[in-house]
């Protein structure tokens, strides 16, 4: 799980840093703002991103950088697998009366 998150932390960086993101206005605002938020709170900042780059694709009818479908797809399966690791524990805790 912490390989994945480190993965998809060096795909968002790789995509931040490329020519497509960085001659994209919208798009460079879209990786500025999470890396702005990432520090704080990664959960929260990843689901953003999805959203936000969820609308730019959506605004230029999905003919936009494939790495972002990529970014899409690889945070719903990080930020998934932890979500049921978090409902895991606290069922586990009310189930055996922790």
């Known amino acids: 799980m912490k390989k994945d998150m480190m993965a998809l932390l060096s795909l968002i960086d790789e995509s931040t840093h ?3 993101t960085q001659s994209d206005p919208k798009l460079s605002a879209i990786f500025t ?4 938020k990432k520090d704080y709170q990664l959960q929260k900042a990843l689901i953003d991103l999805k959203s936000e780059i969820n609308i ?3 605004n230029n009818g999905y003919r936009t ?3 972002l479908t990529r970014i899409v797809l690889d945070i719903s399966s990080v ?4 979500e049921s690791f978090g409902m895991t ?6 189930w ?3």
């Open 79 to 82: 930020t998934s697998v932890n």
């Open 96 to 98: 055996f009366g922790k």
């Open 56 to 58: 730019y694709q959506l």
């Open 65 to 67: 950088p494939k790495f």
């Open 33 to 36: 703002n999470f890396n702005q």
């Open 18 to 20: 490329s020519i497509k």
């Open 89 to 94: 524990a606290f069922f586990s805790n009310l």
